[in-house]
Each structure stands twice: as C-alpha cells, then as structure tokens.
C-alpha cells in the first residue's frame, strides 16, 4: 500500500518515463494507466488519487515489477494481489480484532 508520507510519489507520466521499454523506446502512459486499473494476470499496479490526479510510487512500481515476475521480497511477500484481496485482507484483521 502507498504511504504518502514515505514513498516518492509519481504521476503515472513520470512512472512510464522512468521504465525502460523495448528498443530503448520508453513506453507509453496508457500502458501504465492499464496497469493500475486493470493490472496484468490479477497484479495491479498501487495506486492513489491525489487531487484529482492518480498517482503511484517508485515503491509500488518496484513491488508491481517483483510481483510480475514471480521474485519475492519482503513488502510483497504476504501482499493480496487485487482490490478485492486487500478489502477481504482488512475485513478479516479487522474482524479477528473486534473478536480479541
């Protein structure tokens, strides 16, 4: 998850601008943009809206790469991969707290 506070935060222009793409070409904003809205085989690039504008991490680039392919480090090691995962994740910590 993006710590505003922590992680250097990126549009998603400067984010495509800072990954090397095929042929020393860079790749384009929409293929980032894709990333964070539909992600690639249930991976989804973090993601958070700053006034207005949609914005990642250097973090969450380096954990979106990791995740993709297959390394494990530690901030993506117990990571839920999409949206879905996280809320269920949060429900369910939250849900054994409220037990406790």
Do not use: C
């Not at 505003?4 to 980032?32: E, F, Q, S």
């Not at 954990?63 to 117990?78: E, L, Y």
Request: hydrophobic share 35%.
């Amino acid at each position: 998850m993006i710590d505003m506070h922590r992680d250097r935060l990126l549009t998603l222009t400067d984010a495509a601008n800072r990954i090397p793409g095929r042929g020393g070409k860079r790749i384009a904003y929409k293929t980032v943009w894709k990333w964070a809205k539909k992600g690639v085989k249930g991976i989804v690039l973090e993601t958070i809206p700053i006034g207005g504008i949609l914005m990642t991490s250097e973090e969450a680039l380096t954990r979106f790469t990791a995740d993709r392919s297959g390394k494990k480090t530690r901030s993506n090691a117990a990571r839920p991969k999409t949206d879905e995962a996280r809320v269920a994740a949060m429900r369910k910590t939250y849900e054994k707290q409220k037990a406790n």
